[in-house]
């Protein structure tokens, strides 16, 4: 075999296991997460949602949009 091939195998082959490395590490500590519904529904963004129905080609007033959890 070639020393340039040789050379350019290992380095392929470090990077692999730098690679799986970093893989197992991030997804060794990804538990799944206990929902608490409560405390949930306390915190959390608002979002802007619309109090009814908006057709095509309806103009927006602030009387037809909320904030809601």
Do not use: W
Request: aromatic share 2%; glycine share 8%; hydrophobic share 55%.
């Amino acid at each position: 075999m070639d020393k340039k091939k040789l050379v350019l195998l290992l380095g392929a082959l470090i990077i692999a296991i730098g690679t799986a490395m970093a893989a197992r590490s991030m997804f060794a500590g990804a538990s799944t997460p206990e929902a608490d519904a409560k405390a949930r529904e306390m915190k959390g963004p608002k979002v802007l949602v619309s109090q009814r129905a908006l057709p095509v080609g309806t103009i927006i007033t602030a009387d037809a949009l909320k904030f809601q959890m």
